[in-house]
Nanobody
Framework: QVQLVESGGGSVQAGGSLRLSCSPS????????MAWFRQAPGKEREAVAA???????GYADSVKGRFTISKDNAKNTLSLQMNNLKAEDTAMYYC?????????????????WGQGTQVTVSS
């Protein structure tokens, strides 16, 4: 069983930055794929960014050039650096882990999810 705990959310003005972190506990798949998703009120969940076990990354078009996903393999910690935040980035952000058989921006490929951390951007 894997438990994921997100942190780093908060409120910021448009143009500001936040850094989210996700700390997994329990057994992690050897070739785990990790990702960030988000869901705004009244909207469907959408992918933000994903990273493979060997460090390859993928981003949603809406965050390319502004967000950076990374991980510390020694600590198994996942991060999301968010710069130049916009009001439309306001959402609950979730960390997710998959077994690595497929890795990318499809939520169906992930087995474990965190409880989420709220990001609010005011314009």
């Amino acid at each position: 069983q894997v438990q994921l705990v997100e942190s780093g959310g908060g409120s910021v003005q448009a143009g500001g930055s936040l850094r989210l972190s996700c700390s997994p506990s329990g057994y992690l798949y050897k070739r785990a794929c990790m990702a960030w998703f988000r869901q705004a009120p009244g909207k469907e969940r959408e992918a933000v960014a994903a990273i493979t076990s060997d460090g390859s990354t993928g981003y949603a078009d809406s965050v390319k050039g502004r967000f950076t996903i990374s991980k510390d393999n020694a600590k198994n910690t996942l991060s999301l650096q968010m710069n130049n935040l916009k009001a439309e980035d306001t959402a609950m952000y979730y960390c997710a882990v998959g077994d690595g058989s497929r890795c990318g921006l499809d939520g169906d490929w992930y087995n474990y999810w965190g409880q989420g951390t709220q990001v609010t951007v005011s314009s």
